[in-house]
């Protein structure tokens, strides 16, 4: 059994939380962005959240879609919330193709986040702030291209949003960058879309991975025109975070040897043969299996390691 499983086990058999740890492990949970891709992640949290495995986490780290699937995990609303990643009132809010034509953002986070999260799929803001289970939302900062964990600028709900609105500001996509503290933030996925990196270097012993996608080295070409749009974007909003989006091929790959290599993280990942979902997928069907895939192939995971449901989780919701 992987290092990660067992000292799950472990924890849970013990009942062991944040704060009251009788090791001296550190047990990080890290969420892979993707867009509409995330929708697999999404059905790893709820199985996740089905079985009762937060109390056993020390601190979720996320990257865009994956950083909202873990402020998910961290308020304990993701299966009340699942809908949402396949509803037609949440996907065509959140995703407008015509409004490429109007200037306006396709992928929209500030309807999710101040929309969504408030009035369709109420998102656990008060929660969130008062876990004891850590929550670092990762942006790239537009002046330098760098990897930024937004923790330490979450004080209140009002700056839990900022940092969940940062995350996911997708290039051309999203709009202009956001401001947090006279700093300006764009996408996490741009530096670190696996913020594996970060996680390590705050002391994670244990890393659990969640992807959107089967580990690969493997590297897209870019398509021409996606090129020149980017290339125009980052030169008036980001000019400093150019350099992070021309090297993102070499990133993929530093981030998949270490994740592949490294014996203190397991990978949860979908298979390499399931339905490609595209940054602004929103077909119904297709995004409502991707969760239903993501949840079994967690399932089967925690099966494997005989991590069983709660009996809290069973009385109340059943299986799923």
Not at 22 to 36: N, P
Not at 60 to 71: F, I, P, Q, W
Not at 244 to 253: F, G, L, M, N, Q
Not at 298 to 309: S, T, Y
């Amino acid at each position: 059994m992987h290092d990660v499983l067992d000292l799950l086990r472990r924890r849970l058999a013990a009942g062991s939380t944040p704060g009251s740890r009788d090791d001296d492990a550190r047990l990080a949970v890290v969420l892979e962005g993707g867009s509409s891709r995330a929708a697999y992640g999404g059905g790893m949290v709820a199985e996740m959240e089905e079985r009762d495995l937060l109390p056993a986490v020390d601190a979720v780290y996320g990257t865009s879609a994956g950083a909202l699937n873990g402020a998910w995990l961290v308020c304990g609303r993701a299966r009340a919330n699942i809908h949402g990643w396949w509803a037609p009132e949440s996907m065509n809010a959140t995703i407008r193709p015509r409004n490429a034509l109007r200037g306006k953002p396709v992928v929209d986070t500030d309807v999710i986040v101040y929309d969504l999260y408030e009035n369709v799929t109420p998102m656990g803001f008060e929660e969130i702030l008062a876990s004891d289970v850590e929550y670092h939302p990762i942006a790239t900062a537009a002046a330098t291209g760098e990897s930024v964990d937004l923790v330490n600028t979450i004080h209140d709900k009002a700056s839990l949003q900022n940092a969940m609105r940062a995350t996911a500001r997708l290039p051309v996509l999203g709009g202009p960058p956001v401001e947090i503290d006279g700093e300006l933030y764009i996408d996490g996925g741009i530096s670190e879309n696996v913020p594996i990196e970060t996680a390590l270097e705050q002391g994670a012993t244990h890393v659990l991975v969640l992807r959107t996608k089967a580990p690969s080295l493997e590297i897209s070409p870019d398509k021409r025109i996606e090129r020149q749009l980017v290339a125009r974007w980052m030169t008036r909003h980001a000019p400093g975070s150019a350099g992070a989006w021309k090297r993102r091929a070499e990133r993929k790959v530093e981030l998949e040897s270490l994740m592949y290599d490294d014996p203190r993280i397991l990978q949860v990942s979908p298979p390499a043969d399931v339905a490609r979902i595209s940054v602004v997928g929103r077909a119904e069907d297709v995004q409502r299996r991707a969760v239903e895939d993501g949840r079994r192939i967690m399932a089967d995971l925690l099966d494997e390691a005989d991590i069983a449901r709660s009996s809290t989780s069973e009385a109340s919701h059943g299986p799923h």
